[in-house]
């Protein structure tokens, strides 16, 4: 371990915009490689909410350059979300390949946004760059991030608008829009005549990305403008996938590792372990994952580098490329590929009574022979609210099993296993259902009923139906987990989930528009028969 010495050093960019960064060196006369984080919430921060400190990976032997981006912390200019953030790491790579002592070989780390960074690094191809390792990003901003299946993601888009909302008051000195803004982050505003576009976004936070995301509301040139997945061509690296089965943005991270997975001429490996956004530690819900579940990133990305910078031998980086924490029996599996082992279905079934008795509505393993229907009314005065998962904060698994009693939420539970139930993949959901609206959701989600009877989410999904198209297919939140002999599956669906996605009031309008005033009580009929059979399909080992 080396001794680390830290100093301020700031590059102007080709427009003129200075760049401010924290350089962490080990003190010593050797020549280093760099480690490069690009973030916006203060580098002093340097995303210690989930990482070790700068400190750390210095000491290893890294020279750590953890710059804020343009127009966020003490950098200049006028900070718009993801937009500059090509340019200025083309900039910044040149600038911190040329740092005294630096071998000129860059690696990048991070996470959110501190992950998008990297992709915009390394779209630039400077020869410089050797390595990154994306967490828990999109790839197609609009479905990974943004919206989800159509449902624009409200809990998580408002909350972070709001954030990075009050530090551009704070750094412009306006005391009172920073405290109203720090306010509505602990009570967000959802009663506005515009649920989703509340009236502060408009008044304190003009120049916010929120206005952009929630008046797009479907793909088009400003999504794609700043989609990864518009210069997937231009990537070719050794990548450290790392997401968390309760990470909103883990379609992101799949849909990444995917692409890069079958492009590639480098590594590509992945870690996904039973993590919320924030934090990647043994505990979230109402779960203790055990200290197995402790994040070891640090570690892996110090034998990342060490390998793509440095050239040390490190056995697992090709013989360990992929590490998914199964939830259940807590461990971790260790392989070469992720891949899809076979499928099982269970249909839905019951007597139309499956919104009213626990033990009505059921999932069974054939096609059920005879036909059936049940029914969601959603009321919006009373929507069915969120509780953890992946969309919802807090993140994770929690007790639903008396939010299940509502009348308004439609169970199926299969009878108790025979055996262990081991699910590796992204489960589906395919239904046949109507409404007497012109738009209508539906959410999903999948849980094991305990023994003792208490329920336990572990995979979710949203979708915004807006056609007659049936049927209606949802994918549902990857997830890995072992669900043990003697519990039970159970699927939920409702027509709402708030507030992790803005409430649908049954107008046909986007969430930009919908107004509280005009909301419907919206009646969902669901029904299986034969030749239509609604059922969850589910990716086991």
């Not at 804020?68 to 979300?81: A, C, K, N």
């Not at 299946?149 to 909350?159: P, R, Y």
């Not at 692409?259 to 001429?265: F, T």
Request: with cysteine; proline share 6%; glycine share 6%.
């Amino acid at each position: 371990m080396y001794q680390i010495k830290q100093e301020t050093l700031s590059l102007t960019t080709r427009d003129g915009i200075r760049l401010d960064a924290d350089i962490y060196r080990p003190h010593s006369s050797e020549s280093f490689p760099i480690l490069l984080m690009r973030q916006p919430y203060g580098r002093k921060i340097a995303s210690t909410v989930v990482y070790a400190h700068p400190s750390w990976y210095a000491s290893h032997g890294y020279i750590v350059v953890i710059q804020d981006v343009r127009g966020r912390g003490t950098s200049e200019g006028e900070f718009d979300l993801f937009a500059n953030e090509i340019a200025d790491s083309f900039d910044t790579i040149n600038w911190v390949s040329q740092l005294p002592k630096s071998t000129t070989k860059i690696g990048m780390y991070g996470f959110s946004y501190q992950g998008m960074t990297q992709l915009y690094a390394a779209s630039t191809q400077l020869e410089a760059l050797k390595t990154i390792c994306p967490a828990m990003i999109a790839y197609d901003l609009y479905h990974d991030w943004g919206y989800e299946n159509g449902a624009f993601c409200l809990q998580t888009n408002l909350g972070w608008a709001i954030q990075l909302a009050a530090e551009t008051a704070r750094l412009k000195g306006d005391s009172t829009a920073f405290h109203q803004l720090y306010d509505a982050s602990h009570n967000l505003p959802l009663s506005d005549p515009i649920s989703a576009y509340p009236n502060l976004m408009k008044a304190l936070a003009s120049n916010s990305f929120y206005h952009d995301w929630i008046n797009h509301p479907y793909p088009d040139d400003y999504w794609s403008n700043l989609s990864p997945i518009t210069f997937i061509d231009k990537l070719d690296l050794p990548m450290l996938h790392i997401g968390g089965w309760f990470d909103p943005y883990l379609r992101g991270t799949m849909n990444l590792y995917n692409a890069m997975k079958h492009r590639s001429n480098y590594p590509q490996n992945l870690i996904i372990g039973p993590w919320g956004h924030i934090p990647w530690g043994s505990k979230l819900g109402n779960h203790n994952y055990t200290k197995s579940a402790c994040s070891f990133v640090d570690q892996y990305q110090i034998d990342w580098f060490d390998y793509f910078l440095k050239g040390k031998e490190i056995n697992h980086i090709y013989s360990q490329t992929v590490s998914l924490f199964e939830m259940g029996s807590n461990q971790w599996n260790y392989s070469k590929t992720w891949t899809k082992k076979q499928e099982k279905s269970y249909y839905l079934f019951s007597q139309g009574l499956a919104n009213i008795q626990e033990d009505n509505g059921k999932l069974i393993d054939i096609v059920p022979d005879n036909n059936f229907h049940d029914i969601i009314v959603h009321d919006p005065w009373r929507p069915v609210p969120s509780l953890g998962g992946h969309a919802s904060i807090p993140f994770g698994s929690f007790d639903r099993s008396q939010l299940d009693t509502r009348f308004d939420i439609i169970t199926y539970t299969s009878e108790k296993l025979a055996k262990n139930l081991s699910i590796s993949g992204t489960p589906f959901l395919e239904i046949y259902c109507t409404a007497d609206t012109k738009s209508f959701d539906i959410c999903a989600i999948l849980s094991e009923v305990k023994p003792d009877e208490k329920v336990y989410n572990f995979s979710q999904g949203y979708t915004r139906i807006n056609s007659d198209e049936l049927p209606i297919t949802i994918p549902l939140q990857p997830t890995c987990i072992k669900i043990k002999k003697d519990s039970c599956l159970r699927l939920s669906l409702s027509g709402a989930c708030f507030p992790a996605y803005a409430l649908n009031t049954g107008t046909g309008k986007t969430p930009n528009e919908e107004r509280l005033i005009d909301a419907k009580i919206i009646t969902i009929k669901l029904w299986s028969q034969p030749d239509q059979s609604s059922k969850i399909i589910l990716p086991v080992s």
